[in-house]
């Protein structure tokens, strides 16, 4: 009686045991720690059937499923894994090969019962005696329901994983729907959206709020020279430096390439002075160097912004305004941000019309080049300088200074410079029929930034010269300080394969910009051009002779001709004399001529 008793108690708490838990390792746990108290166990051990990836399943015996060690109590055996048990190991090998009940007594003394959980695993005790065959018969129902608990917990398990996996799925998903791919800020999309009710959250609280736009001054030349991936890393460092920034009212945005948004929201009456103190704390950010790879960058910006509701409740206009500023910023070249202005867009529309106007008088031939010639210090023409005259329908003859900074902002430079490089060659074809004079050497053309950065601007000279057959010794190209450092690595290159084939290039504005001796020793430029802003008065500024007569003793030391520019008196070409300069440029000598008053000249 006390026999039946006992084995209706072991049933009915191992039962239990079963029932309380879903996770699969917690309610195998419990089962054990039960069959150990209960049965009087020196140890227990589990052993569950897993599929090719690990996870536990049903056994599938076509499929080659296999067994693998699970759980233990205790959990180690003097401070050793039950896994690493080479009597247990073998005893499971055997019973998952049988798959029957076994039992095998060790040479300590010891027993070992292995017992099967259908189609999941198996189950061993380590006794100090003989398990009855009642008791082990008694266990064969609650194994039965130890194996539907298995399938249970698998079933809720790999249902946990399903939905966690699908919850992190849809979280990455909803992240890179709202976030650059690049810099993890808000993207271009999400901002749009943040800021559309941010407008209407100003209109309806009666608060003001702003959109600023960053824009990367003089990254392209980085990015181009040194590669995307110091790009890249550049456009990060700048991103974690602003997200810094990132508050409940602020938001940090990357609107696309090296350009980023920032959405001001709630301000107050004084929100003036809340923007100005936000774009020095950007422009802080920005002092420190970004240092990539061993090599250290210095970088500005220029920052313009928009205002809601104050100057639109729409959120396309908002940034095409803060777009606009910031250009505006970035023409003035400076730091302390510009607000967007009704006459910003007049501007603009004024411009486009503007480039209209010049493809028009490109096709129409409106464009014409003008000659500049040079002498030596003797009074012969040594060369000529192209420059371009466009004569307006409207306004009349237009200054160089007006138009040439407009087609810059667009690709129009490059079919102007086109038609530039063309034309004096033509010209040249014309010069080189006439008897000229022995001292006349080559004409010098202006090249632009966008067209020096052409992968094949080398071959478009080289064809310019054959087409026309011109001697191309007769053509020179002059480029700015600013432009060569900007692409010093390409300019370099370039100027040396020019000069290769007989085309010199000379530097024009020496001395407004920025190079290095460094840089310049580097270049092997033939002339180095002194700009007119030192030639000028140069006999009563004691300044300017100092400069002019640095930049002569310098150009003589790299083995460069110099010419000054702007002579317009006897004074300033006496001074440039008494400082060892001998070629001249200016109208002193002789202002721009059209071609044939220049052949005239030449003559």
Request: charged share 20%; net charge neutral; hydrophobic share 40%.
């Amino acid at each position: 009686m006390n026999k039946a008793l006992f084995l209706i108690s072991l049933q009915h708490e191992l039962a239990m045991a079963i029932g309380n838990k879903l996770d699969l390792k917690a309610m195998l746990k419990i089962f054990l720690k039960v069959c150990f108290n209960r049965l009087d166990l020196t140890s227990a051990h589990i052993y569950v059937y897993c599929d090719q990836s690990g996870m536990p399943s049903k056994l599938l015996p076509l499929k080659g499923t296999s067994y693998q060690y699970f759980l233990s109590i205790p959990k180690n055996k003097r401070g050793q894994s039950w896994s690493k048990s080479s009597i247990l190991t073998n005893f499971a090998r055997q019973l998952n090969s049988s798959q029957k009940t076994l039992s095998f007594q060790c040479e300590n003394g010891q027993y070992l019962f292995g017992f099967i959980i259908p189609d999941y695993g198996l189950l061993t005790f380590e006794t100090h005696y003989a398990i009855a065959d009642e008791v082990q018969k008694a266990l064969q129902p609650i194994l039965q329901k130890l194996a539907t608990s298995c399938y249970t917990s698998i079933v809720h398990d790999s249902l946990v994983k399903e939905v966690l996996s699908r919850q992190l799925i849809e979280e990455k998903v909803a992240f890179q729907a709202q976030h650059d791919g690049l810099t993890h800020l808000f993207n271009r999309q999400h901002i749009n959206h943040l800021l559309g009710n941010a407008i209407e959250d100003a209109r309806i609280n009666n608060k003001i709020g702003s959109v600023l736009f960053i824009d990367l001054n003089r990254f392209k030349p980085i990015n181009d020279a040194m590669g995307h991936t110091v790009g890249d890393k550049i456009l990060l460092t700048l991103a974690h430096r602003l997200h810094s920034l990132s508050s409940e009212h602020i938001d940090i945005g990357r609107f696309g390439g090296d350009q980023f948004t920032i959405l001001l929201k709630n301000l107050k009456d004084d929100y003036q002075e809340t923007i100005n103190l936000l774009i020095a704390q950007i422009n802080q950010l920005l002092t420190a160097p970004f240092v990539i790879d061993t090599n250290s960058y210095k970088l500005t910006c220029s920052i313009g912004y928009s205002l809601f509701p104050l100057q639109s409740s729409t959120v396309n206009n908002l940034i095409k305004f803060a777009d606009i500023a910031m250009y505006e910023a970035k023409r003035a070249k400076t730091q302390q941000g510009k607000q967007y202005q009704r006459v910003m867009s007049e501007k603009i529309k004024r411009r486009l019309a503007y480039v209209d106007d010049m493809k028009q008088g490109l096709e129409q031939g409106d464009f014409k080049l003008y000659y500049q010639a040079q002498y030596n210090h003797h009074g012969d023409i040594i060369g000529a300088e192209a420059l371009l005259r466009w004569q307006h329908p409207v306004h009349g003859k237009e200054s160089p200074a007006v138009y040439i900074p407009i087609a810059e902002e667009s690709d129009l430079i490059l079919a102007i410079g086109q038609w530039v490089l063309e034309q004096a060659c033509r010209d040249i074809k014309k010069l080189e029929q006439l008897s000229l004079p022995e001292s006349f050497n080559k004409i010098a053309i202006n090249i632009s930034a966008k067209q020096l950065i052409q992968h094949d601007f080398q071959e478009i000279v080289l064809n310019a010269v054959k087409q026309n057959d011109i001697p191309a010794k007769r053509l020179a190209l002059e480029l700015t300080e600013n432009l060569l450092v900007e692409n010093i690595e390409d300019s370099i290159k370039l100027i040396a394969s020019l000069k290769e084939n007989a085309i010199d290039c000379a530097i024009d504005d020496f001395g407004t910009g920025y190079s290095s001796l460094t840089y310049l020793k580097r270049i092997p430029a033939s002339v180095l051009k002194i700009d007119r802003s030192f030639v000028t008065n140069i006999a009563q500024s004691s300044e300017s002779a100092a400069i002019a007569s640095m930049i002569i003793s310098l150009g003589k030391t790299l083995n460069m001709d110099i010419l000054a520019e702007g002579v317009e008196t006897q004074e300033e070409l006496n001074c440039l004399k008494e400082l060892s300069c001998f070629h001249y440029q200016g109208f002193y000598f002789s202002g721009p001529l059209p071609f044939d008053e220049f052949a005239k000249l030449l003559n």
